[in-house]
């Protein structure tokens, strides 16, 4: 995958011909026995997973051999008060949550005289499962003491953290359906979830207090403010202007340890168990309700699906638990008795924004076996390699590519490349701690070819999961020892899916020779619908032979072997002037291997005959274009619109784009460079990293109606 190759000085060139001759060699010598020692493995990952019902593809897609659907994976536990209880009975004295030390805060002055705050942190803390089980307890009767009545509405306003999971256990136990929003959502989306929901009691965090301060008029119904406790910023207790209570998260669990008697509604399966907000892309977020048994359900196809991770292995989670990605897979982790080491993406490696130089990063001393992502941090890993590999000397970075490419395509083969691990991708494999082997990829698509360039330098599965906050987080999920890409798997054992024909885009159950169509997703984890939106719920959620559906939106083909490809979305198509339709989701996925690429939204008006793009330029690419135009000393913000880089730009977007054998049409004719990052806190992109393309269009119509030569 690598796009950093260049023509190679001749003693660089004999040491690689030297490579291929003795690689060609050992590949000969070592064919049979990897064939004999892989049989098996290759056989598994390419046997039949899923069919329709009857072979009709008309019908639902199910797991081969499912001839109903699971409900939930410990079947006399049905609530998550249940099934988390009786985790911890299973688990009791193992670790569970553990939490990593601040030791203090500093200034670290950096070159351009700026300040930025960096922590210097210790080692990680662990509650067992017991005291993860008592903590939960405790707080749900503080919530209780409180006057939080059964069945009221609470809100989790909080970065990820153990307490966060640890207040949600105790709203799943004490029957307080749990409201979720994301940490950095703005002013007036916050306000709009409280008041929507009605919320009297708030848990959130010492950094996201101040954003509540600032709005405090605005939501009236706020009577109780919890805090979770920061060890580098004190909580002031004291009351807000408007008489809204402060107390500390702590405080709350030594007043539920000093309360007795205090009885508890247990919840029931079609109990509401969280109304979570999405991101919105578009407009307000919505609530979605999700009940105790759509959750289970979710956990159960989850676990069935990674169910060779072992009890006590380690996760590193950092990933928004108000993300339905996130917060099934924390639950799911937590029935397998796993450890939970809470992270952020600030601290999680060594290269942190929050790590003091010299400090480990989370990682380092966590030594994770699993880790979860989303694409644009695997995309911004790989940017991070292949940067310091054009770094090296030539003959570094010809042995880097060789051994990227030589272990791809023994991947594509069905094999491993043990050498080649050791040699040259164990330094990589070490920025992670050393122990990862599984990775879990989900919220947005991922590449195929960043899917294998991140499999082979972190000799590690990365498996794809595909679903949405509607499918509580799971639809389908790829197998960890199914090595192919390009697909999210078969459905799991607790999901149905349908493909439903739409004329429009040209997609039908009958195509050949796969089929293809909008994915309609089934099963006991499908949502109970939108909070006080009974219009849309009914819209996109429908009931088929007793089957409750949501209706995705996404285009999908079924490959021969039942796993499922996303290749389109309705909203995403765009018909041009001439006739012909673009995606313009799957040209940006293809044009992100660019090394000029932070991130893009590709725009296209149907007035017009071409696309456009705005792109957030990856600053050293556009740095080292910059040398090569004699334009060394310029302001990044004055080389975003000079005509040598856009020029530059344009034409890496069209070697891009010829090499995905992308259209003419589907190449942006014009580009526009953005100096500004596009983050969750601005409001373009969502927590989840996906873009909100109305707010960027918004944002840039200036420069949009500037490239169609529209004048406004």
Request: proline share 4%; charged share 25%; with cysteine.
């Amino acid at each position: 995958m690598p796009d950093n190759k260049e023509a190679e000085p001749f003693h660089v060139s004999m040491v690689v011909h030297a490579i291929h001759f003795f690689s060609w060699f050992y590949d000969m010598a070592t064919y049979i026995p990897w064939q004999l020692a892989t049989y098996s493995s290759w056989t598994y990952q390419n046997r039949l997973k899923a069919e329709p019902i009857m072979g009709d593809t008309q019908n639902p897609w199910r797991m081969v051999g499912s001839q109903q659907l699971k409900l939930r994976k410990r079947q006399d536990c049905k609530t998550l008060d249940e099934d988390f209880e009786r985790s911890c009975q299973e688990y009791g004295s193992l670790e569970a949550l553990g939490t990593r030390e601040i030791l203090s805060e500093e200034d670290e002055v950096q070159s351009n005289g700026k300040v930025f705050k960096k922590l210097i942190m210790g080692d990680y803390k662990w509650r067992t499962y017991t005291e993860f089980l008592q903590d939960v307890d405790n707080f749900g009767k503080g919530l209780v003491s409180l006057g939080l009545q059964p069945k009221q509405n609470i809100l989790i306003f909080a970065e990820t953290r153990a307490e966060f999971q640890i207040g949600l256990q105790a709203c799943f136990r004490y029957n307080f359906p749990a409201v979720t929003l994301y940490a950095t959502l703005g002013e007036a989306a916050i306000a709009y979830g409280i008041n929507q929901t009605g919320i009297k009691y708030v848990i959130t965090t010492t950094t996201l207090l101040t954003k509540l301060k600032s709005i405090q008029k605005d939501i009236p119904t706020v009577t109780h403010i919890i805090c979770m406790e920061d060890p580098v910023a004190k909580l002031d207790e004291k009351k807000l202007s408007n008489g809204i209570k402060v107390t500390s998260f702590q405080a709350v669990i030594n007043r539920g340890a000093a309360s007795k008697n205090v009885e508890r509604l247990r919840p029931t399966a079609e109990d509401l168990a969280i109304i979570m907000y999405t991101s919105g892309s578009t407009g307000n977020p919505k609530g979605v309700m999700i009940s105790h048994r759509n959750v289970l359900a979710a956990v159960c196809g989850a676990v069935d699906r990674i169910n060779d991770v072992e009890v006590g292995e380690t996760a590193a989670v950092y990933l928004p638990l108000a993300h339905i990605l996130e917060c099934v897979v924390e639950l799911s982790l937590i029935t397998l008795g796993c450890r939970l080491g809470y992270s952020s993406p600030q601290t999680l490696t060594d290269t942190g924004t929050k790590i003091k130089k010299g400090c480990p990063g989370d990682v380092r001393i966590l030594k994770p076996n699993l880790i979860i992502f989303v694409p644009m941090i695997l995309e911004r890993i790989y940017k991070g390699i292949t940067e310091k590999v054009k770094g090296g000397s030539a003959l570094q970075r010809a042995i880097f590519n060789f051994a990227v490419d030589y272990k791809c395509k023994h991947l594509d083969q069905g094999f491993n490349t043990p050498i080649l691990n050791r040699l040259i991708f164990s330094k990589l494999t070490r920025q992670l701690g050393g122990q990862v082997r599984l990775m879990i990829c989900g919220g947005a698509p991922l590449a195929s070819d960043l899917q294998r360039f991140i499999q082979s330098c972190f000799n590690s599965s990365l498996i794809q999961g595909y679903g949405l906050t509607e499918t509580c987080g799971v639809a389908c999920v790829s197998e960890s020892r199914d090595m192919r890409i390009g697909h999210v798997g078969p459905p799991v054992t607790t999901t149905q899916v349908k493909l439903v024909d739409w004329p429009e885009g040209g997609y039908t159950n009958k195509d050949k020779p796969n089929p293809r169509g909008e994915v309609i997703v089934g099963g006991q984890n499908i949502a109970m619908g939108y909070y006080q939106m009974d219009q849309l719920t009914k819209e996109v959620f429908i009931q088929d032979n007793g089957i409750r559906y949501f209706c995705t939106g996404d285009i999908g083909e079924f490959l021969p072997d039942g796993s499922l490809k996303i290749i389109d979305r309705k909203k995403d198509l765009v018909k041009l002037q001439t006739g012909e339709y673009i995606s313009l989701a799957t040209i940006e996925n293809f044009l992100k291997k660019s090394p000029f690429i932070d991130n893009i939204c590709v725009y296209a008006d149907p007035l017009y005959d071409y696309c456009l793009a705005l792109i957030v330029p990856y600053k050293k690419a556009v740095q080292e274009a910059a040398n090569n135009n004699n334009l060394a000393g310029k302001s990044f913000e004055e080389l975003c619109g000079r005509s040598e880089i856009l020029k530059e730009v344009l034409a890496s977007l069209a070697a891009t784009g010829k090499e995905a054998k992308l259209q003419k049409w589907e190449i942006p004719r014009k580009v526009h460079l953005c100096e500004e990052a596009w983050t969750p806190e601005n409001g373009l992109v969502t927590d989840a990293f996906k873009l909100k393309r109305k707010p960027i269009a918004n944002q840039y119509s200036a420069e949009i109606n500037r490239m169609y030569g529209k004048h406004r």
